[in-house]
């Protein structure tokens, strides 16, 4: 049974990039698209992208030229990158895996909160 | 951005029923299939209805989807304490090339 193991940094300044990695334990990432979400406190979960192992992504229009997501498969693990962050973009980032390009997401990693403040 | 719409309340007495509404438009879930996902407290959330109506296993018969048209529905039987959550619908949208989840709705069990 696959498994996601997600790390990153949690506190960044205004203006710094926000990296984050997911690894995938268990599991393949053959057929599959693998995906970020994030929640701000208190609020909704909003999608960022996804990318699958040919490399094809698709990515929130509204974070669009500020998001990248790779996948790194001889490391079995795919990473978020957001530039420019500001303290909008305080949230708890998860990672999971779609099923397909825009399908159910499980399973979900076990979130990364990640605070901007100067 | 979300742009499914769902109540941001339920609630219900243990045993009852609570419906919840998921409401989209043509270019999500009206062409698309619909997703459900539990967050219970303080966790990441997971997969709790998939294309429509589907559970995955060790999903309980309690909980149900179903989908008409531009809008879909979350059914939760036998309402229990643990069913106290945060729930989420989401789906693809073709206009905006993205996945959308929906605003939330929060159930509590009174």
């Known amino acids: 049974q696959v498994q996601l193991q997600q790390w990153g940094a949690g506190l960044l300044k205004p203006s710094e990039t926000l990296s984050l990695t997911c690894g995938v334990y268990?599991?393949?990432?053959?057929?599959?698209?693998w995906s970020w979400i994030r929640q701000p406190p208190g609020k909704g979960l909003e999608w960022l992208g996804e990318?699958?192992?040919?490399?094809?992504?698709h990515y929130n229009p509204s974070l669009k030229r500020r998001v990248t997501i790779s996948l790194d498969t001889s490391k079995n693990q795919f990473s978020l990158n957001l530039t420019s962050v500001t303290a909008a973009d305080t949230a708890m980032y998860y990672c999971?895996?779609?099923?397909?390009?825009?399908?159910?997401?499980?399973?979900w990693g076990q979130g990364t909160l990640v605070t901007v403040s100067s | 951005q979300s742009v499914l719409t769902q109540p941001p309340s339920a609630s219900g007495t243990p045993g009852q029923r609570v419906t919840i509404s998921c409401s989209g438009s043509?270019?999500?879930?009206?062409?698309?299939?619909v997703h459900w996902y539990q967050q219970l407290p303080g966790t990441a959330p997971t997969l709790l209805i998939y294309?429509?109506?589907q559970r995955p296993s060790g999903v309980p018969d309690r909980f149900s989807g179903s989908k008409s048209g531009t809008s879909a529905s979350l059914a939760i039987s036998g309402l229990q304490s643990g069913d106290e959550a945060d729930y989420y619908c989401a789906s693809w949208d073709d206009s905006l090339q993205g996945y959308v989840f929906g605003t939330g709705t929060k159930v509590t069990v009174l």
């Open positions: 999971a895996r779609a099923r397909g390009s825009g399908s159910y997401l499980s399973p």
């Open positions: 294309i429509n109506d």
């Open positions: 990318v699958n192992q040919r490399g094809n992504t």
């Open positions: 043509t270019s999500d879930i009206g062409s698309n299939t």
């Open positions: 268990g599991g393949s990432f053959s057929v599959y698209y």
